[in-house]
């Protein structure tokens, strides 16, 4: 195998001597130029597996280097060499097509882990290799022949393919999780960890412990030395879901962590350096956020290097049917293998019909109780019990909210305080699936206290079967 080679170009001897000798102990050729005029006769007399620029040149910039690697050296990784702290350099970069970057002064691990993933990016690329086991099966569960989902599936291999953050937008139920594992188990950290946060489930007074860990002793409670989730994520990837929910204070020290790549565990005197890709998610609207000051504007820059959005379910409704049926397969193989129950003609159409507000994840939550509630093996639409009310006007309100309108569409409590019904309207207090369930648990009642609580006759009184009911009185809680 011949050895391989890479291309340093920086107008700073002391940059391309340490970058020669530490390239160097890795094997590496290095051939070191100071212009950005060297660098383009260098890159036309040979290739090269890897290439570092400055930013700055003598003679133009190092954007010009990366331009013209991605267009007629797309197979060439190329990392950016920027001035410490100087995020927009690195971000710009990133944008033109950089693999990564690194910033003077140079750390000479992180330098070397950089280099031999971007060296296993590039064997990758000339091999038509670079997805894992796990990626073709995180690919199965990304159901869907529409052009839209298509299209995601196509942006999710050349994503896989640099270290530039992402950011995945789309409604809540999209399955934004399952995009980011794809991205990282399609690109050169498949091997390492993939650490998935909710950030709007950590207590604000838990949130720098978690993400950065701490020493033994450095406040009270800290019994022993604890890992943060960035250390934990290293050589990995780490999503931030709900990156929206991070209070202010937390912002600021996530920014900085991810430019300097380097964090401080709370009661440590250094920084520990963390090799982590960012991926991050949320449904609600960050840049409205970021107009309202309720979300950094230099967090969202840096986060938000490559956007990808993610298609609520009712913008591919030919997809209903491929997704039902893999749900079922699902059920069927969780519940010990039998047969899948199977859609009647009619439940297909009704669910195709549908618009679901809460996409994928209200889908599975869908078939999951008419596979509980139908006679056989077979679903017809009554089993589906779809919400009556319009399921246009939901997805219209769940778009709302994703628009900018960051309070949940919610629906107010089917009985008043004294017992009466009450008129069901939007509220402020009760999302969609508790509305419903609310709803489910006051005719259950009814039914309970009209038959004395006699469970066979109730389930006659609600027009269901004795199984159905008895899985609704498990799934609510009613004893």
Request: aromatic share 4%; hydrophobic share 40%; proline share 5%.
């Amino acid at each position: 195998m011949s050895q391989q080679t890479v291309l340093v170009i920086d107008d700073e001897r002391d940059i391309r001597e340490l970058l020669t000798i530490t390239l160097g102990r890795m094997d590496l050729k290095v051939d070191a130029v100071g212009t950005v005029a060297e660098a383009r006769q260098a890159l036309s007399e040979r290739s090269y597996d890897l290439c570092f620029t400055d930013m700055r040149l003598p003679d133009g910039s190092g954007q010009e280097i990366i331009e013209l690697i991605a267009t007629e050296h797309d197979e060439t990784p190329v990392a950016m060499i920027t001035a410490y702290g100087n995020v927009d350099a690195a971000v710009t970069a990133l944008k033109a097509g950089a693999f990564d970057f690194v910033s003077k002064p140079v750390d000479i691990q992180m330098l070397r882990r950089l280099v031999r993933t971007a060296l296993k990016l590039a064997e990758e690329k000339r091999t038509g290799g670079g997805a894992s086991p796990a990626a073709s099966s995180s690919g199965e569960r990304l159901i869907g022949d529409s052009s839209a989902m298509q299209q995601v599936r196509n942006t999710i291999t050349k994503l896989a393919r640099n270290q530039a953050p992402v950011y995945i937008a789309g409604e809540s139920g999209v399955g934004k999780e399952l995009v980011a594992r794809l991205i990282h188990e399609l690109g050169p950290r498949a091997s390492g960890p993939f650490v998935p946060v909710n950030c709007g489930a950590i207590p604000s007074e838990l949130m720098e412990s978690e993400f950065f860990g701490h020493r033994k002793g450095s406040f009270t409670g800290a019994v022993a030395d604890k890992e943060g989730l960035f250390q934990a994520a290293h050589g990995g990837t780490l999503f931030l879901d709900e990156v929206a929910e991070l209070p202010l204070h937390m912002q600021v020290k996530l920014l900085r962590a991810i430019q300097e790549k380097a964090v401080r565990p709370i009661g440590a005197r250094e920084e520990i350096a963390v090799d982590v890709r960012i991926l991050s998610a949320t449904h609600k609207n960050l840049a409205a956020l970021v107009d309202q000051g309720q979300f950094r504007q230099d967090l969202f820059y840096r986060i938000n290097v490559i956007e990808l959005r993610v298609p609520p379910l009712r913008e591919r409704r030919g997809d209903v049917p491929l997704l039902a049926d893999f749900v079922l397969r699902q059920l069927a193989t969780k519940s010990g293998g039998g047969v899948p129950v199977r859609l009647l003609p009619d439940a297909r159409q009704a669910l195709e019909d549908y618009d679901f507000p809460g996409n994928v994840r209200e889908l599975e939550n869908i078939l999951e109780r008419a596979v509980a509630m139908c006679d056989g093996d077979r679903i017809e639409a009554s089993d589906l019990m779809l919400p009556q009310r319009p399921a246009r006007q939901m997805a219209e309100a769940v778009a709302s909210t994703h628009s900018g309108h960051h309070a949940q569409t919610t629906y107010a409590p089917s009985h008043a305080p004294n017992g009466t019904p009450a008129t069901q309207t939007p509220s402020s207090e009760l999302p969609l699936d508790d509305y419903i369930s609310n709803l489910e648990r006051s005719a259950i009642m009814k039914a309970l206290e009209e038959s004395r609580y006699n469970k066979t006759a109730a389930a006659r009184k609600l027009g269901i079967t004795f199984r159905a009911l008895r899985y609704k009185l498990k799934k609510l809680g009613i004893d």
